[in-house]
């Protein structure tokens, strides 16, 4: 909320929330490692949903840097990939 300007947020709830999600996203990244998508190499429900939960982390804090780290590899490429398919632009337009 405070990136919209819709709350207020302090640096530390900002820094810690940040952590979180990145650390979050590891699990993810090691989750998809030797595979296209969430549940093997086809696109299941499981990868709409995620995809739609970090549609705005990918539009706002989740920077170059972060998506060129090793750790988010996998993840990138899977983001990449989902919001390339025509399903989720037709909902969210370019991501």
């Known amino acids: 909320m405070g990136i919209f300007g819709t709350g207020e947020i302090t640096n530390t709830a ?3 929330a940040n952590k ?17 998508f969430l549940v093997g190499n086809e696109v299941s429900c499981a990868d709409f949903l995620v995809a739609c939960t970090l549609k705005l982390a990918f539009q706002t804090v989740l920077d170059a840097g972060f ?27 370019n991501i």
């Open 67 to 93: 998506r060129k780290s090793p750790v988010s590899k996998n993840v990138t490429a899977w983001a990449e990939r989902m919001f390339a398919m025509q399903s989720l632009k037709n909902i969210f337009g």
């Open 20 to 36: 979180n999600l990145k650390a979050q996203l590891k699990v993810l990244n090691t989750a998809l490692d030797g595979k296209q």
């Open 14 to 16: 900002w820094t810690d």
